[in-house]
Protein backbone atom coordinates (compact mmCIF):
# COMPACT_ATOMS: atom_id res chain seq x y z
CA UNK A 1 0.00 0.00 0.00
CA UNK A 2 1.54 3.00 -1.26
CA UNK A 3 1.23 5.87 1.72
CA UNK A 4 2.17 9.85 0.35
CA UNK A 5 4.36 11.70 2.92
CA UNK A 6 4.45 15.32 2.46
CA UNK A 7 7.53 17.01 4.07
CA UNK A 8 8.76 13.67 4.41
CA UNK A 9 12.62 14.60 4.41
CA UNK A 10 11.88 17.05 7.91
CA UNK A 11 12.42 15.57 11.50
CA UNK A 12 9.30 13.35 11.98
CA UNK A 13 8.55 12.48 8.18
CA UNK A 14 11.39 11.13 8.16
CA UNK A 15 11.04 8.83 11.39
CA UNK A 16 7.70 8.11 10.20
CA UNK A 17 9.40 6.59 6.31
CA UNK A 18 11.16 4.40 8.24
CA UNK A 19 8.28 2.94 10.81
CA UNK A 20 5.99 3.12 7.52
CA UNK A 21 8.50 0.60 5.51
CA UNK A 22 9.29 -1.72 9.00
CA UNK A 23 5.26 -2.18 8.98
CA UNK A 24 4.86 -3.18 5.20
CA UNK A 25 3.92 0.07 3.65
CA UNK A 26 5.52 1.98 0.55
CA UNK A 27 6.12 5.22 1.61
CA UNK A 28 6.45 8.07 -1.43
CA UNK A 29 8.21 11.07 -0.26
CA UNK A 30 7.48 15.12 -1.11
CA UNK A 31 9.58 18.03 0.28
CA UNK A 32 10.51 21.29 -1.20
CA UNK A 33 13.65 21.08 1.51
CA UNK A 34 12.69 24.39 3.04
CA UNK A 35 13.10 22.97 6.45
CA UNK A 36 15.19 19.48 5.27
CA UNK A 37 18.47 19.10 3.48
CA UNK A 38 18.85 15.92 0.59
CA UNK A 39 21.39 14.07 3.26
CA UNK A 40 18.59 12.40 4.93
CA UNK A 41 17.75 10.28 2.27
CA UNK A 42 21.24 8.85 2.16
CA UNK A 43 20.23 8.07 5.84
CA UNK A 44 17.12 6.79 4.82
CA UNK A 45 18.53 4.50 2.28
CA UNK A 46 21.47 3.53 5.30
CA UNK A 47 18.50 2.38 7.66
CA UNK A 48 16.65 0.06 5.27
CA UNK A 49 18.31 -0.61 2.48
CA UNK A 50 15.80 1.49 0.00
CA UNK A 51 15.36 4.26 -1.97
CA UNK A 52 12.42 5.46 -2.01
CA UNK A 53 10.75 7.80 -4.42
CA UNK A 54 11.41 11.21 -3.62
CA UNK A 55 9.89 14.45 -5.35
CA UNK A 56 11.70 17.81 -4.63
CA UNK A 57 8.35 19.90 -5.10
CA UNK A 58 6.02 22.53 -3.09
CA UNK A 59 2.42 20.56 -1.56
CA UNK A 60 1.45 24.13 -2.83
CA UNK A 61 1.93 23.47 -6.34
CA UNK A 62 -1.26 21.79 -7.80
CA UNK A 63 0.77 20.40 -11.07
CA UNK A 64 3.62 19.21 -9.11
CA UNK A 65 1.14 17.61 -6.55
CA UNK A 66 -1.08 16.00 -9.32
CA UNK A 67 1.76 14.49 -11.13
CA UNK A 68 2.89 12.53 -8.61
CA UNK A 69 -0.23 11.03 -8.31
CA UNK A 70 -0.43 10.17 -11.75
CA UNK A 71 2.88 8.56 -11.81
CA UNK A 72 2.79 7.08 -8.57
CA UNK A 73 -0.74 5.69 -9.41
CA UNK A 74 -2.59 3.93 -6.21
CA UNK A 75 -1.56 6.22 -3.48
CA UNK A 76 -3.66 5.41 -1.01
CA UNK A 77 -3.31 7.37 2.24
CA UNK A 78 -1.64 10.74 2.60
CA UNK A 79 0.52 11.74 5.94
CA UNK A 80 0.81 15.15 6.03
CA UNK A 81 3.39 16.88 8.03
CA UNK A 82 4.75 19.77 5.18
CA UNK A 83 4.45 22.77 6.42
CA UNK A 84 6.49 26.07 7.86
CA UNK A 85 6.91 25.76 11.66
CA UNK A 86 9.05 28.29 14.09
CA UNK A 87 6.65 30.33 15.93
CA UNK A 88 8.42 33.59 16.08
CA UNK A 89 8.82 33.78 11.79
CA UNK A 90 5.28 32.82 12.24
CA UNK A 91 4.08 36.38 14.08
CA UNK A 92 6.63 38.37 11.59
CA UNK A 93 5.43 36.71 8.44
CA UNK A 94 1.87 35.91 9.10
CA UNK A 95 0.76 35.92 5.26
CA UNK A 96 3.56 33.10 4.07
CA UNK A 97 2.41 31.04 7.11
CA UNK A 98 -1.39 30.88 6.40
CA UNK A 99 -0.46 30.66 2.40
CA UNK A 100 1.94 27.83 2.86
CA UNK A 101 0.51 25.75 5.65
CA UNK A 102 -3.52 25.94 4.86
CA UNK A 103 -2.75 26.46 1.13
CA UNK A 104 -1.03 23.12 1.25
CA UNK A 105 -3.26 21.30 2.75
CA UNK A 106 -6.02 22.75 0.50
CA UNK A 107 -4.20 21.71 -2.86
CA UNK A 108 -3.36 18.15 -1.30
CA UNK A 109 -7.11 17.57 -0.23
CA UNK A 110 -8.23 18.32 -3.88
CA UNK A 111 -5.86 16.01 -5.55
CA UNK A 112 -6.49 13.22 -3.11
CA UNK A 113 -10.34 13.76 -4.51
CA UNK A 114 -9.75 13.95 -8.04
CA UNK A 115 -7.36 10.84 -8.02
CA UNK A 116 -9.79 8.91 -5.21
CA UNK A 117 -7.60 8.39 -2.44
CA UNK A 118 -9.72 9.00 0.63
CA UNK A 119 -7.20 9.07 3.75
CA UNK A 120 -5.03 11.34 5.37
CA UNK A 121 -3.14 11.72 8.75
CA UNK A 122 -2.71 15.49 9.85
CA UNK A 123 -0.23 16.84 11.89
CA UNK A 124 -1.17 19.17 14.11
CA UNK A 125 0.28 20.24 17.88
CA UNK A 126 -1.15 20.46 21.41
CA UNK A 127 -0.53 24.37 20.78
CA UNK A 128 -4.44 24.03 19.86
CA UNK A 129 -5.56 23.81 24.28
CA UNK A 130 -2.91 26.98 25.03
CA UNK A 131 -2.60 27.24 28.45
CA UNK A 132 -5.12 24.42 29.88
CA UNK A 133 -7.72 25.28 33.18
CA UNK A 134 -6.60 21.29 33.76
CA UNK A 135 -4.27 18.62 33.49
CA UNK A 136 -3.52 16.53 32.08
CA UNK A 137 -5.19 17.41 28.91
CA UNK A 138 -7.78 15.83 27.46
CA UNK A 139 -8.97 15.98 23.78
CA UNK A 140 -12.27 17.10 25.52
CA UNK A 141 -10.41 20.35 26.73
CA UNK A 142 -11.40 23.44 25.27
CA UNK A 143 -9.27 24.58 21.91
CA UNK A 144 -8.52 28.59 23.12
CA UNK A 145 -7.87 30.91 20.68
CA UNK A 146 -4.33 30.82 19.09
CA UNK A 147 -0.95 32.33 20.09
CA UNK A 148 0.62 32.69 16.70
CA UNK A 149 -0.15 32.18 13.01
CA UNK A 150 1.67 28.63 13.34
CA UNK A 151 -0.65 27.65 16.32
CA UNK A 152 -3.54 29.30 14.03
CA UNK A 153 -3.00 27.31 10.97
CA UNK A 154 -3.19 24.24 13.26
CA UNK A 155 -6.65 25.05 14.35
CA UNK A 156 -7.53 26.05 10.89
CA UNK A 157 -6.23 23.22 9.13
CA UNK A 158 -8.26 21.04 12.08
CA UNK A 159 -11.42 22.43 11.13
CA UNK A 160 -11.56 22.50 7.02
CA UNK A 161 -10.91 18.82 7.52
CA UNK A 162 -13.90 18.41 9.95
CA UNK A 163 -16.11 20.72 7.32
CA UNK A 164 -14.93 18.54 4.79
CA UNK A 165 -16.07 15.43 6.19
CA UNK A 166 -19.39 17.10 7.36
CA UNK A 167 -20.14 18.05 3.64
CA UNK A 168 -19.62 13.89 2.96
CA UNK A 169 -17.29 13.93 0.92
CA UNK A 170 -14.99 10.83 0.49
CA UNK A 171 -12.58 11.19 3.32
CA UNK A 172 -11.50 9.48 6.34
CA UNK A 173 -9.06 12.29 8.35
CA UNK A 174 -6.97 12.35 11.44
CA UNK A 175 -5.52 15.13 13.24
CA UNK A 176 -2.72 14.08 15.69
CA UNK A 177 -2.33 16.72 18.24
CA UNK A 178 1.68 16.17 19.05
CA UNK A 179 3.29 17.21 22.48
CA UNK A 180 7.05 17.79 22.09
CA UNK A 181 8.68 15.06 19.93
CA UNK A 182 12.94 14.64 20.88
CA UNK A 183 15.11 12.56 19.95
CA UNK A 184 16.49 10.69 16.96
CA UNK A 185 16.67 7.45 15.00
CA UNK A 186 19.25 5.20 17.16
CA UNK A 187 21.46 4.71 14.50
CA UNK A 188 21.90 8.01 14.49
CA UNK A 189 21.48 7.94 10.68
CA UNK A 190 18.40 10.66 10.64
CA UNK A 191 17.28 13.34 13.19
CA UNK A 192 16.19 16.88 13.92
CA UNK A 193 18.47 19.67 11.21
CA UNK A 194 17.10 23.14 12.53
CA UNK A 195 17.63 25.66 10.26
CA UNK A 196 19.58 28.64 12.27
CA UNK A 197 19.14 28.90 15.42
CA UNK A 198 16.91 26.03 17.23
CA UNK A 199 13.16 27.18 18.17
CA UNK A 200 13.14 23.60 20.37
CA UNK A 201 15.03 22.75 24.06
CA UNK A 202 16.75 19.58 23.21
CA UNK A 203 18.85 20.62 19.79
CA UNK A 204 19.70 24.03 22.02
CA UNK A 205 21.08 21.71 24.84
CA UNK A 206 22.54 19.68 22.27
CA UNK A 207 24.11 22.39 20.32
CA UNK A 208 25.38 24.03 23.61
CA UNK A 209 26.96 20.76 24.78
CA UNK A 210 28.67 20.48 21.48
CA UNK A 211 30.22 23.86 21.92
CA UNK A 212 27.91 25.88 18.99
CA UNK A 213 25.57 28.25 21.26
CA UNK A 214 27.76 29.66 24.32
CA UNK A 215 25.01 28.75 26.89
CA UNK A 216 21.24 27.93 27.30
CA UNK A 217 19.09 29.70 27.95
CA UNK A 218 16.06 29.15 30.25
CA UNK A 219 13.22 31.33 30.47
CA UNK A 220 11.63 31.86 33.99
CA UNK A 221 12.50 29.89 36.75
CA UNK A 222 9.12 31.44 38.95
CA UNK A 223 6.48 29.34 37.23
CA UNK A 224 4.36 26.83 39.84
CA UNK A 225 5.88 23.81 38.68
CA UNK A 226 8.40 21.52 40.30
CA UNK A 227 11.31 23.24 40.24
CA UNK A 228 9.90 26.86 38.66
CA UNK A 229 10.36 26.19 35.35
CA UNK A 230 8.38 25.02 32.31
CA UNK A 231 7.24 21.58 31.89
CA UNK A 232 6.21 19.54 28.76
CA UNK A 233 5.22 16.43 27.55
CA UNK A 234 8.69 15.03 25.69
CA UNK A 235 7.97 12.17 23.14
CA UNK A 236 10.53 10.24 21.80
CA UNK A 237 9.91 10.90 17.85
CA UNK A 238 10.01 6.81 16.98
CA UNK A 239 7.32 6.50 19.25
CA UNK A 240 5.74 9.33 17.58
CA UNK A 241 6.56 7.74 14.03
CA UNK A 242 4.94 4.59 14.93
CA UNK A 243 1.80 6.36 16.22
CA UNK A 244 1.26 7.77 12.36
CA UNK A 245 1.79 3.94 11.26
CA UNK A 246 -1.17 3.13 13.37
CA UNK A 247 -3.37 5.94 12.45
CA UNK A 248 -3.29 4.36 8.91
CA UNK A 249 -4.24 1.02 10.26
CA UNK A 250 -6.97 3.10 12.02
CA UNK A 251 -7.63 4.88 8.80
CA UNK A 252 -8.05 1.69 7.10
CA UNK A 253 -10.73 0.22 9.69
CA UNK A 254 -13.37 2.77 8.91
CA UNK A 255 -14.74 1.52 5.79
CA UNK A 256 -15.99 3.76 2.97
CA UNK A 257 -18.08 6.25 4.70
CA UNK A 258 -16.75 9.78 5.90
CA UNK A 259 -14.99 10.07 9.37
CA UNK A 260 -13.05 12.47 11.25
CA UNK A 261 -11.02 12.54 14.53
CA UNK A 262 -8.37 13.95 16.49
CA UNK A 263 -5.73 12.15 19.45
CA UNK A 264 -3.42 13.26 21.72
CA UNK A 265 0.09 11.96 21.33
CA UNK A 266 1.94 12.10 24.36
CA UNK A 267 3.70 10.15 27.29
CA UNK A 268 1.54 10.98 29.93
CA UNK A 269 3.88 12.86 31.86
CA UNK A 270 5.23 16.39 32.27
CA UNK A 271 9.09 17.10 32.86
CA UNK A 272 10.38 20.62 33.77
CA UNK A 273 13.63 22.26 31.78
CA UNK A 274 15.84 21.79 34.37
CA UNK A 275 14.28 18.47 35.11
CA UNK A 276 15.31 18.09 30.61
CA UNK A 277 18.82 19.61 31.59
CA UNK A 278 19.68 17.24 34.27
CA UNK A 279 18.93 14.26 32.63
CA UNK A 280 20.82 15.23 29.64
CA UNK A 281 23.67 15.81 31.90
CA UNK A 282 23.47 12.82 33.65
CA UNK A 283 23.11 10.49 30.06
CA UNK A 284 26.00 12.02 27.97
CA UNK A 285 28.00 12.84 30.99
CA UNK A 286 28.62 16.58 29.45
CA UNK A 287 28.25 18.92 32.06
CA UNK A 288 25.82 22.18 30.26
CA UNK A 289 26.67 25.74 30.50
CA UNK A 290 23.10 27.35 31.34
CA UNK A 291 21.62 30.65 32.98
CA UNK A 292 18.20 31.45 34.18
CA UNK A 293 16.60 34.32 32.24
CA UNK A 294 13.31 35.98 32.23
CA UNK A 295 10.08 34.48 31.15
CA UNK A 296 9.46 34.30 27.73
CA UNK A 297 6.35 36.11 26.75
CA UNK A 298 3.18 33.37 25.18
CA UNK A 299 5.09 30.79 27.13
CA UNK A 300 2.50 27.58 28.71
CA UNK A 301 3.84 27.53 32.26
CA UNK A 302 3.21 23.43 32.13
CA UNK A 303 1.13 20.71 29.75
CA UNK A 304 1.26 17.33 29.40
CA UNK A 305 -0.87 14.96 27.77
CA UNK A 306 -4.12 12.55 28.97
CA UNK A 307 -3.01 9.03 26.62
CA UNK A 308 -6.15 7.17 27.04
CA UNK A 309 -7.60 7.68 23.41
CA UNK A 310 -4.54 6.92 22.25
CA UNK A 311 -4.24 3.62 23.62
CA UNK A 312 -7.97 2.86 23.17
CA UNK A 313 -8.13 4.21 19.23
CA UNK A 314 -4.55 4.04 17.85
CA UNK A 315 -3.92 0.82 20.01
CA UNK A 316 -0.30 3.14 20.72
CA UNK A 317 1.72 3.81 24.00
CA UNK A 318 5.24 5.07 24.18
CA UNK A 319 7.97 2.91 24.55
CA UNK A 320 10.92 4.96 25.23
CA UNK A 321 11.74 7.27 28.11
CA UNK A 322 13.30 10.81 28.28
CA UNK A 323 16.88 9.17 28.80
CA UNK A 324 15.96 7.49 25.84
CA UNK A 325 14.97 10.57 23.82
CA UNK A 326 17.94 12.70 24.75
CA UNK A 327 20.57 9.53 24.94
CA UNK A 328 19.57 9.37 21.10
CA UNK A 329 19.94 13.30 20.40
CA UNK A 330 23.40 13.59 21.71
CA UNK A 331 24.42 10.71 19.38
CA UNK A 332 23.11 12.43 16.79
CA UNK A 333 24.52 15.80 17.79
CA UNK A 334 27.76 14.16 17.81
CA UNK A 335 27.84 12.25 14.41
CA UNK A 336 26.64 15.71 12.69
CA UNK A 337 29.88 17.43 14.88
CA UNK A 338 32.29 14.52 13.57
CA UNK A 339 30.62 14.90 10.07
CA UNK A 340 31.56 18.63 9.73
CA UNK A 341 35.06 18.32 10.98
CA UNK A 342 36.11 15.52 8.51
CA UNK A 343 34.67 17.76 5.94
CA UNK A 344 36.65 20.96 7.26
CA UNK A 345 39.65 18.64 7.41
CA UNK A 346 39.09 17.52 3.74
CA UNK A 347 38.39 13.65 4.80
Excluded at 84 to 98: F, L, N, Q, T, W
Aim: charged fraction near 20%; include cysteine.
Amino acid sequence: MKILVTGGAGFIGSHTVVELHNAGFQPVIIDNLANASRSVLAGLRNITGIDFPFYEADCNDYAAVSELFRKEGDIRAVIHFAADKAVGESVAKPRKYYRNNIGSLLTMLDVMAENGCGNIVFSSSCTVYGQPDQLPVTEDSPVRPAESPYGNTKQVCEEILRDTVKSGADLRAVALRYFNPIGAHPSAEIGELPIGVPGNLVPFITQTAIGMRESLSIFGSDYDTVDGTCVRDYIHVVDLARAHVQAINLLNQQGAAPWYDFINLGTGEGSSVLQVVQTFERVSGKPLNYKIVDRRAGDVEKIYAQIGKSKTMLEWETKLSLEDGLRDAWRWQQKLEGAKQAEALGC
